[in-house]
Structure formats: structure tokens, C-alpha cells
């Protein structure tokens, strides 16, 4: 088993060489590539919502199992996608969310790449047992900076800049109980209420100088911590996380810290545990592709390493789920993993 998934990641790692974006050794999780903002952020090389929307076209016309649906349009007009693999209603089913925040976009990158290597021979079969359901870009207006306030600070070059809200300067991830913006709706009304899901990752980025025992991290994760989830649904997401764990933290470049995370209901890891009771697991990834603050923000070097650690992240829950082996995952690790901390710049 443990053979099957070194095999994989190695082959992974080929694949991913043939993408636009060139892989970062291992060295660049300590400092960080663009730390401190010194290195430019150009965001032209990043898929725009039009170029995804044609990727994901493509994929579907060569991928017999691939299915999209709109699940509805975003404030500025903008159709929102679900990239669906749903070969039996029977089978357990994850859904995978990205860029809820506009400006957190390597998920994005990395679901794309993932969606890619669903259509290749490496991961026959493993479809056959789980249903996958990804949607990209949840906040396109966002992430097309085609919003109705002010980027004037923000700081990315490269043709376009990338906001957390949405067009309406709305934090869609703090919209999860009252459901008022048409992404959110979206999201709830033809996803989660329509769909049988077990299983949720949120991907996002936080800033780009988070450790844990005294490393920058590449990334943090958390299952839900409110009260009010049922606790079956929350050993479940510790089992998601888990997993993730594993698969990150034994490739050499991945460090993974704990989320230091509230109990709102309003985002999606709290909320949707306790409305669906689905098994929500936060990833938050290093760094972000453009903000007004610098501290936030990441240089490009580090796109290869942190794209390959969402598909790394995709592809071991999707197997483990697949294979039931995600229901005798061990989730002590929990009671030991550090809460990662703000390194304190000089
Ligand atoms: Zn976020």
C-alpha cells in the first residue's frame, strides 16, 4: 500500500513538470522565495476565470467521467462550476472548494492540476469507489478583481489584482449562516443541499510567515471546533486531517501546522459541519497571490511546491476514502501538532 502511493507521488511529481509553473526544491519552504515582498507577484501567469473555464471545457470533452454544472453566477455575472466524478450514488462522496477568497488562488491551480490527472491512467479505478465534486473559484469576481472598491493598495503586478471579498466587499466565508451573497447560494443551495456529501476540504492561504517548532510552515489545517458539531462528524474530519497529514508532512517539503481557528458558524468549517453534517477539514496554505498587506503576500518561486501540495492533498483523501482506509486513520497526531505561531520579523 505505502509502495502504491510512493510510486504515485513520484509519477505525480512528473506530471506536474509539464505545467507552466516550474517546481521549487524543498529549500524554499524554510525562507520562502518573495518573503517580505521583495520578489515580484505577477499574476498573469495564473489562470484567469475565463482561461479556467476553458480548462475545465476541455477536460470535460476528453473525460468521459468528468461532468460540469453551474451552480449559479456570481454578483458581476460570472457562471460558478462544479466539476463532478459521480460514478455511483452509493459511493462515499468529498467535495473539494476553492478560492472562496479571491485571492488565494494556488488551490485553484492545484484542483486544476488535480482535475487533469483524474483523466490520466494513474488514477483508474480509484473513481470507481468515491465521488468527487470540486468546485474552483467560488469568488470569480474576486479573483478577477472585478470588484466595486478600490485595489489601489494591493500589490501584485501582472495585469490584474485578486481580492479576498467578493464584488460587494463581502467576506463569502463569513456568509455560511445567512447565505445573502449569490456565491454563498450557490454553494448551498445546488451543492450541498443537493449532493449526499461526506466529506469537505476548504482549501485557502494565509500569511506567509506562520511556523511551527521554530519552521515556516507550508501550510495549517483544522477540523471543525464548534460546539455544536456532532462529535461522530468531527473524529471524521480529524480522520481527513490525518491523512492530509501524512501525505504532506512525508514528501520533504511539506510542514504542516495547526489552524488556530474560532468557533463562528458563519465559516464554512464550523458551519457546514453543523448544518449537512458533512466532515470539514480547513487547509490553508502559505501565503496568498496579492493583498494589500506584504506580510501576506508570496513571491511566484513558491507556486510549484505549494500547487503540488493541494494536489498531493486531493489525491491522498480522494485514495484513502476510495480504499475506506480514512475510516482506521489515526488522529492522535491531533493532541500533539503544534498550533503554529506569527514568526516575529525584525
Ligand atoms: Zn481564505
Known amino acids: 500500500m505505502k509502495k502504491t502511493l510512493l510510486t504515485f507521488s513520484i509519477a505525480g ?5 509539464a505545467s507552466p509553473f516550474t517546481s521549487t526544491p524543498a ?8 518573503y517580505g515582498g521583495n520578489e515580484t507577484i505577477n499574476t498573469s501567469i495564473l489562470h484567469t476565470y475565463e482561461e479556467m473555464v476553458s480548462y475545465l471545457k476541455t477536460q470535460e470533452a476528453k473525460q468521459q467521467q468528468l461532468e460540469l454544472e453551474v451552480i449559479g453566477q456570481s454578483v458581476k455575472g460570472r457562471d460558478l462550476y462544479l466539476a463532478k466524478y459521480m460514478t455511483n450514488p452509493d459511493n462515499p462522496t468529498i467535495l473539494f472548494l476553492t478560492q472562496q ?11 486544476l492540476d488535480f482535475i487533469k490527472h483524474l483523466g490520466t491512467g494513474k488514477m483508474k479505478g480509484v473513481t470507481d469507489d468515491v465521488n468527487i465534486l470540486i468546485v474552483p473559484m467560488l469568488n470569480a469576481d474576486g479573483a478577477m478583481g472585478d470588484v466595486n472598491f478600490s485595489l489601489d493598495d494591493y500589490i501584485a503586478d501582472g495585469g490584474r489584482n ?3 471579498y467578493n464584488a460587494l466587499e463581502v467576506d463569502l466565508n463569513r456568509d455560511h449562516v445567512d447565505k445573502i451573497q449569490p456565491e454563498t447560494q450557490a454553494l448551498h443551495f445546488n451543492v450541498m443541499q443537493k449532493y449526499d456529501i461526506d466529506y469537505m476540504i ?9 511556523e511551527r517548532d521554530g519552521k515556516l510552515v507550508s501550510g495549517s489545517i ?3 471546533t464548534t460546539p455544536n458539531a456532532d462529535p461522530e462528524v468531527v473524529e471524521r474530519s480529524k480522520q481527513l486531517g490525518a491523512v492530509v497529514f501524512d501525505a504532506v508532512d512525508s514528501t520533504g517539503w511539506g510542514h504542516l501546522g ?13 458551519g457546514i459541519a453543523v448544518e449537512y453534517g458533512i466532515s470539514t477539514l480547513l487547509f490553508e496554505m502559505r501565503g496568498m497571490s496579492d493583498h494589500y498587506r506584504e506580510d501576506y503576500v508570496l513571491g511566484q518561486k513558491s507556486n510549484g511546491y505549494l500547487i503540488k501540495q493541494t494536489v498531493t492533498t486531493l489525491d491522498a483523501a480522494v485514495r484513502a476514502i476510495a480504499d475506506g482506509s480514512i475510516e482506521t486513520a489515526d488522529t492522535s497526531f491531533w493532541d500533539t501538532l503544534a498550533e503554529q ?6
Do not use: F, M, W
Open 13 to 17: 511529481a512528473l506530471v506536474l513538470s
Open 27 to 34: 529549500a524554499a519552504v524554510g525562507n520562502g522565495p518573495g
Open 101 to 111: 477568497h479571491g485571492n488565494e488562488q494556488l488551490t485553484t491551480e492545484g484542483a
Open 162 to 164: 485578486l481580492t479576498r
Open 202 to 210: 476548504d482549501l485557502h492561504h494565509q500569511g506567509a510567515n506562520s
Open 222 to 224: 483544522l477540523y471543525p
Open 258 to 270: 495547526k489552524y488556530a481557528g474560532g468557533s463562528a458558524e458563519t465559516i464554512s468549517r464550523n
Open 341 to 346: 505561531r506569527t514568526r516575529q520579523t525584525e
